[in-house]
């Protein structure tokens, strides 16, 4: 471990924050006995002076212990009373409004004849807060004087809801609800900015909101033994001495020094409810944002919406075949401001779990930062990316509740395999919970280079949280090739022998195009599926027929598409009566107001089309605001000449492949592809157009239009074969393949 943490320490911004007493003060009698050593104070003053550095203290003393164990000269930041007040120059200031505290006096009386009745306890008043210490209570009394405690307090909690009581080592704390410890990582962050790694070092449960608070943006040390709590913390020291010697060694390792020999914080072992059922009830997990049962938990099974999405046919088998589990969102909002535990539904193949999210989560993180921050970046629309530190949040709790839930449904030793951009910190959230065995992710999008993905503030978080993955997927051999650059230009990761290397880890990243089920779009349809679709082409004028699908979206390059049919009409008019455009757009994200936009783009382009070129016999576009069943599908790919798929940018496109699949080989249409879709890299056979160059993309559809039958026939013999090669079967199994040969801790993939 001793490169991982030379690689975290090192790091350019870097903030450590420290409790004191149980972390760096070894614990006494009485606090006013417990002192800080002049070397670890030497060290944590040696730190706060070093260029890009901050240090602070976030203790649960008053404001008067800090300052005699300071002093008013210190480049240290003091953070008192649980953080509920900040040391700024030599004045104390609160962070947060704070409860006024004037019944305080009163509990200290109503609490006095519990305490007297007790030898050795005592409280101490704290300005704010109320801190009854029972360390010195005989052993075989503690229970008795703590029964006597929660008795006293009781009603007064009751009667003044702004305060909260914080049980702690030997000590039972009255305090304002809204003084935590996560105030001071939060004055850190906002001080050195998005850049800032965190350090913090704490020894109870009252320093577990500020581990909490870190994030992927830090690292939680727990010290002192392994807590029979549960504890956010991923790492552990075993004493304050221990943790003296680190703070050393980090200075020196920031000096470019060698140090002394020390003890390094080591994992901590995380036991969660699946493991204590003993033998996991599964062998493998998916995680992804939706479940393939776009379901209302509470219906019958029978009554539930099944997607028959590529995704859904490739995994469902292999998960069936190695005993998986899908875990994904519901959809549905939890009472109240938490995450409802996870529930599972063992009667499906696969099983399915789901966990329910808080209502304000929904909108930050899903309608904010997937939607309005991350799908437009990792698609490369920095004009449309919008940052809200309140969306980030949201994702950074959204991701931690899904390993929070992965943890208690399969324990730390089986394998996961985790799908797209919602999920991009997962891994980092499940190895803080102990999780042992590979952990892969599927990027189904594109992913941009640095200079792009360096414009969203939080950059180097995801792409270090994205190397706690083993395996990290994508469509193309470009998209991991820009990660990869990513990865070494935003957090200093090296490659070696074909992997990443980054805090000890060894890490893959790799293309694994995926692919569909090609027979399912060559079956015969049914009846009603062929009126329908006869019905709707036999009210289009006789001649050739372009047809485009997709889900109504900015980066589908649909307004570019239609401009360009335009153009064809306006410079061959030949054309005009002749052909006609079907352009199938799937409803999506209808609530998010940029998609409303481009909907009313693409109905006004369409209208204006056809004002200015059809007639009564005639209309050019024909615009169908719906989806559509994978039959119905597969005759419009059938009957369509040429195949219009011209996304702007794209991670795959499956539409490309579909259409292909479904053409009759003794007179196919022509595939016109988005030289910026995904799946370009594999149908080069395809004609490759510009979907940002409107007059190519016209002479490109007329090119195609006018394609001779000898050159369509041999151009689809060859793109089937580039089809049929990879499918949603093989990609499915070739990932997971590759997942089960990756080594425990980051020992890489073979």
């Not at 410890?181 to 350090?199: F, N």
């Amino acid at each position: 471990m001793s490169e991982y943490w030379q690689q975290t320490v090192t790091h350019s911004t870097l903030g450590i924050l420290v409790d004191l007493d149980g972390t760096l003060v070894p614990f006494a009698p009485t606090p006013e006995e417990a002192r800080l050593a002049p070397a670890t104070r030497a060290s944590l003053e040696e730190l706060a002076a070093m260029p890009g550095v901050s240090v602070a203290v976030a203790s649960g003393r008053g404001r008067e212990d800090l300052d005699a164990m300071f002093g008013a000269e210190t480049r240290v930041h003091l953070f008192g009373l649980h953080g509920g007040w900040r040391r700024q120059g030599e004045v104390w200031r609160p962070t947060v409004e704070i409860v006024a505290h004037a019944g305080l006096d009163a509990l200290v009386e109503r609490i006095g004849d519990a305490v007297a009745r007790h030898r050795g306890a005592r409280v101490e008043r704290k300005g704010d807060a109320v801190a009854v210490h029972g360390r010195r209570v005989a052993p075989g009394s503690k229970a008795a004087w703590r029964a006597d405690l929660e008795a006293a307090l009781r009603p007064w909690l009751a009667a003044h809801p702004g305060f909260m009581r914080q049980d702690g080592a030997e000590v039972i704390e009255v305090r304002p609800a809204s003084m935590r410890k996560s105030l001071a990582v939060e004055w850190l962050r906002r001080q050195a900015g998005p850049e800032l790694r965190v350090i913090a070092l704490g020894d109870d449960v009252t320093d577990e909101d500020m581990f909490a608070a870190l994030g992927v943006d830090g690292e939680a040390v727990l010290v002192g033994p392994p807590p029979a709590r549960e504890t956010e913390a991923r790492w552990r020291l075993p004493d304050p001495g221990a943790a003296a010697g680190f703070l050393r060694w980090i200075a020196a390792a920031r000096r470019g020094a060698a140090g002394a020999p020390v003890v390094l914080p080591e994992p901590l072992r995380h036991p969660s409810r699946a493991d204590a059922r003993g033998a996991p009830r599964f062998d493998l997990l998916t995680i992804s944002n939706r479940l393939p049962e776009l379901r209302a938990p509470t219906l019958p099974r029978d009554e539930r919406r099944r997607s028959v999405g590529g995704l859904v046919a490739a995994l469902e088998p292999a998960l069936a075949a190695r005993r998986g589990v899908w875990l994904g969102w519901s959809g549905r909002d939890a009472d109240g401001e938490a995450t409802a535990g996870v529930q599972v539904d063992e009667e499906t193949r696969p099983a399915m779990a789901w966990v329910d999210f808080p209502g304000e989560w929904r909108e930050h993180y899903y309608n904010g930062f997937c939607n309005r921050a991350l799908w437009p970046l990792l698609h490369t629309f920095p004009a449309r990316v919008q940052c809200s530190d309140a969306d980030w949040e949201a994702y950074r709790r959204v991701n931690g509740a899904f390993a929070a839930a992965a943890i208690d449904l399969v324990g730390a030793d089986t394998p996961v395999w985790v799908h797209d951009y919602h999920l991009l910190l997962v891994a980092r959230e499940l190895r803080r919970r102990g999780h042992r065995a590979p952990i892969g992710l599927f990027l189904h999008v594109p992913f941009p280079g640095p200079d792009v993905l360096a414009l969203l503030p939080w950059a180097p978080q995801i792409v270090d949280a994205m190397l706690e993955f083993d395996l990290l997927g994508f469509h193309t051999p470009e998209y991991a090739d820009n990660f990869r650059q990513c990865a070494r230009r935003l957090v200093g990761a090296r490659a070696d022998g074909g992997e990443l290397v980054h805090r000890g880890r060894r890490v893959r990243a790799a293309a694994f195009p995926i692919g569909i089920v090609p027979e399912s779009f060559q079956e015969p349809p049914e009846p009603d599926v062929v009126d329908e679709v006869d019905g709707l082409l036999a009210a289009i004028a006789p001649g050739r027929l372009i047809l485009g699908v997709d889900r109504l979206d900015y980066t589908k390059g649909i307004p570019e598409r239609l401009l360009a049919f335009r153009r064809l009409l306006e410079r061959a008019p030949e054309w005009r009566g002749r052909v006609s455009l079907v352009q199938v757009s799937v409803p999506s994200r209808e609530d998010v107001p940029e998609y409303a936009e481009q909907r009313s783009l693409v109905e006004l382009t369409v209208s204006r089309i056809n004002g200015d070129f059809g007639d009564g016999r005639w209309v050019p576009v024909r615009y169908l605001y719906r989806s559509y069943r994978r039959n119905h599908l597969a005759m419009l790919y059938r009957a369509a000449h040429v195949g219009y798929v011209t996304p702007l940018r794209d991670g795959m496109n499956l539409v490309a492949k579909e259409y292909v699949a479904a053409q009759e080989p003794d007179d196919p249409g022509v595939l016109l592809l988005s030289r910026f879709a995904g799946a370009a890299a594999e149908l080069r056979d395809a004609v490759l157009t510009n979907p940002w160059h409107v007059d190519g993309m016209a002479a490109d559809l007329d090119r195609a239009l006018r394609m001779p039958q000898g050159e369509r026939i041999e151009r689809h013999r060859r793109l089937l074969q580039a089809v049929e090669r990879t499918t949603a079967i093989t990609w499915a199994r070739d990932f997971i393949d590759a997942l089960e040969a990756c080594g425990p801790g980051g020992a890489g993939c073979e």
